[in-house]
């Protein structure tokens, strides 16, 4: 399971996020609150109700993989297969590729983005320096789901609430959180080893194809996937923003072909913009050309475009109006110390620990209150693991090395351990499943503050290198 270490490396990103001002002020924790309750319990917080939808799961599954080790005709069901899509680039550009794992059990769907990092200059583009940046900067490999298989909601078990869907993973190699679309040049500030240019400068050309990746793959998905009665979209740290950025894009592309939508964002929150997040805003935005992406979406959205340009976290509550009937939610650790780190450290040089959280929090209270508003909008907030710097509640727990080394029989037998909140009895595989079923009430989970939970000295110091 070598996925277990790399994946400690590259699974945070940078985006949408309010750099607002560090507050250590933390109001008590709030009760779950009922997603689905009436207009009329004004005690619940006035929200409209939230009307289920009914998938039609009378269709039989459609034969695109066989169990039959005889028949060659179609591909093995349960195993992964990669697909290259003409245009597609990562940035360097090699081919750009992506995999699906066909079921002959139902015609349910997962899409799940990758996670890993973010860049917008040299330093976090080129890897040199030490400075945080984009995972796969040399391409996608073709025996990229050994790593990645062992995501939970990838897995053929029965610890998977999702085991019997059909699954498709979204590669990431363009460092723009599968949403970019510009080739930049990023020159050094001054001289590295190995620099070639002026004075000792080294330049790389880097291709943000994130957008035009992901819109081809929407046009396969169309394609393949004709009837699909419950579709689930994921992904953590860069794949969990790409997932809420593009969730419009794929509801649009799909079309018809889906009944009954799901979204569950872990730890890539799409922050509001009204705070200090402006600066990293528009580095993003002119790095990776977002503008003309978002101008796409005009007349798409109940929002207006300039006002969502201003202000990214609008995003949350556009897609909710958009498509009231499904059920979308985000997950994140209160005491997240990694895509936090992309999110504040370089833009708040010498920031502390402490400091770090108290920007975290300040923007996940502004962006609880959105979601508390809509019906369809609920999160669940456990406060902190060790694990992976308290980052990405779905995935196993794969401690923090080399300090944690990943204990393998624990992360293959018990992948949601950590994710529970215990004053609740609930853990984010029992969220997963409430939140795909229609028959249940969408609930909001926040957990208490909880003291004597936080890293050791070694492991801040570990998690904070790279700002």
Not at 82 to 110: A, H, I, M, R
Not at 161 to 174: E, G, R
Not at 432 to 452: C, G, H, I, N, W
């Amino acid at each position: 399971m070598t996925w277990l270490a790399h994946f400690i490396v590259v699974s945070s990103a940078s985006v949408v996020v309010s750099l607002a001002a560090c507050t250590s002020a933390k109001p008590s924790a709030a009760p779950p609150k009922d997603a689905a309750a009436s207009q009329a319990a004004p005690s619940d917080g006035g929200k409209p109700t939230l009307v289920p939808c009914t998938a039609d799961e009378s269709a039989p599954p459609a034969s695109r993989c066989t169990s039959d080790p005889n028949d060659m005709t179609l591909p093995a069901c349960g195993t992964w297969l990669k697909v290259e899509l003409p245009g597609t680039v990562c940035s360097d550009g090699s081919q750009f590729k992506f995999f699906v794992n066909y079921s002959n059990s139902s015609n349910d769907l997962v899409v799940d983005f990758e996670p890993g990092g973010a860049c917008w200059d040299y330093p976090s583009c080129s890897g040199n320096g030490g400075v945080r940046g984009a995972a796969n900067p040399h391409g996608i490999p073709d025996d990229h789901m050994s790593n990645y298989q062992y995501l939970n909601h990838l897995r053929r078990t029965d610890d998977n609430p999702l085991k019997d869907y059909n699954m498709v993973f979204i590669s990431y190699c363009t460092g723009d959180v599968h949403t970019g679309d510009n080739v930049v040049t990023y020159t050094s500030d001054g001289p590295v080893e190995g620099g070639t240019g002026d004075g000792g400068t080294d330049s790389i050309v880097y291709r943000h194809n994130g957008h035009k990746n992901t819109m081809a793959v929407i046009d396969w998905l169309h394609t393949t996937f004709a009837t699909v009665p419950r579709m689930f979209v994921t992904g953590c740290s860069a794949g969990g923003i790409g997932a809420i950025i593009n969730y419009a894009f794929i509801r649009q592309g799909m079309g018809n072909n889906v009944q009954c939508s799901y979204l569950l964002d872990d730890s890539g929150p799409a922050f509001h913009s009204d705070g200090p997040s402006k600066q990293l805003h528009e580095t993003i935005r002119a790095a990776w050309n977002v503008d003309p992406i978002l101008d796409s979406l005009a007349g798409q959205l109940p929002v207006t475009i300039a006002d969502l340009k201003n202000d990214f976290g609008l995003i949350n509550q556009a897609v909710a109006r958009k498509y009231p009937h499904d059920r979308l939610a985000l997950t994140a650790y209160r005491m997240d110390l990694n895509y936090s780190l992309y999110s504040y450290q370089r833009f708040f040089p010498g920031s502390t620990e402490a400091q770090i959280h108290a920007m975290w929090w300040q923007d996940l209270q502004e962006l609880m209150r959105t979601y508390d508003a809509e019906a369809n909008l609920a999160y669940y907030l456990p406060y902190f693991r060790s694990d992976n710097c308290s980052h990405c509640v779905s995935i196993p727990p794969i401690g923090n090395a080399p300090l944690e080394p990943t204990d393998q029989t624990k992360a293959l037998t018990m992948p949601w351990l950590g994710s529970e909140i215990q004053q609740d009895m609930i853990d984010l595989k029992q969220f997963t499943t409430d939140l795909v079923d229609d028959t249940k009430p969408l609930k909001s989970y926040l957990e208490d503050v909880r003291p004597a939970a936080s890293f050791t000295p070694a492991e801040s110091a570990a998690c904070m290198m790279g700002g």
